[in-house]
């Protein structure tokens, strides 16, 4: 047995008894002293991971914990721990896979829409993390040859992010924002297409049409403008160009245009 399988070994036993206490037997044996003290540190340990990885959470899914209220989200982020630890030593990338978890955590099964609300947390997370940009303007579309709008090609704010949903989880995270004053009003049978994009510093979910959600989807593959406008009047023969053309500039979705 080489070195390094054994040191992987021993890595995989700490871990695992970091995780849970229920698998630490195998990593005491590994730790020289007494017994019942590396007993105690280890679940020092596991303390402070867990809250870590808590905090991580609450950090990237602030929405999810105003639905479900702190002590029953303590619990979620425990169970999504065990399942899922970190592989990063950055807990800003922690928590990718939640939404998954959340789709198949029994205990939310109550709440259908909670799994998509926290993908689209996580997307407004990646979003604030991007690469800041400088946003184009309506006036360089304006500025190009008419012969060469069709093959204009859009380059995309790197934290631009599209979503479609069965369920209204724009509003929903829209309604749950702490600067959110109104009464909360959201009609559970409406489905929702989104963005989540910056706007300078904030991040933002904005409400696409069906026909927007085409369009831009077609830019971030790098089609053509032509090409992306037949593809939104293939789902919506009443499309219109210029409303879409103008949110996407007023709302930073596009970065530079060129044939």
Not at 87 to 109: I, K, Q
């Amino acid at each position: 047995m080489s070195e390094s399988f054994r040191l992987r070994q021993a890595q995989r036993g700490f871990a695992a008894a970091v995780r849970s206490s229920a698998a630490q037997q195998d990593a005491l044996l590994l730790l020289a002293g007494d017994a019942a003290r590396n007993q105690q540190l280890l679940a020092v340990y596991r303390g402070n991971s867990v809250a870590n990885a808590g905090k991580a959470l609450r950090l990237a899914y602030p929405v999810v914990e105003r639905i479900v209220g702190e002590e029953f989200f303590g619990g979620l982020c425990r169970a999504f721990w065990q399942e899922c630890p970190s592989r990063s030593g950055d807990l800003n990338e922690y928590g990718e896979g939640f939404g998954d978890f959340l789709a198949n955590f029994p205990h939310v099964a109550e709440l259908p829409y909670l799994a998509d609300v926290a993908r689209v947390e996580w997307l407004v997370s990646r979003a604030a993390h991007a690469a800041d940009h400088v946003a184009a303007t309506p006036a360089q579309l304006a500025n190009m040859p008419l012969e060469s709008v069709g093959v204009l090609r859009l380059d995309l704010q790197p934290g631009l992010a599209l979503f479609a949903s069965t369920w209204p989880v724009a509003t929903i995270w829209q309604q749950h924002q702490t600067d959110y004053a109104d009464e909360i009003d959201i009609d559970l049978n409406k489905d929702e297409c989104l963005a989540v994009h910056r706007v300078g510093l904030r991040v933002d979910v904005t409400v696409l049409s069906t026909a927007e959600l085409a369009l831009w989807r077609q830019a971030q593959a790098g089609q053509t403008l032509a090409a992306m406008l037949e593809t939104a009047f293939a789902v919506d023969e009443s499309f219109d160009v210029q409303s879409a053309l103008q949110a996407g500039f007023a709302h930073e979705f596009i970065t530079a245009l060129h044939a």
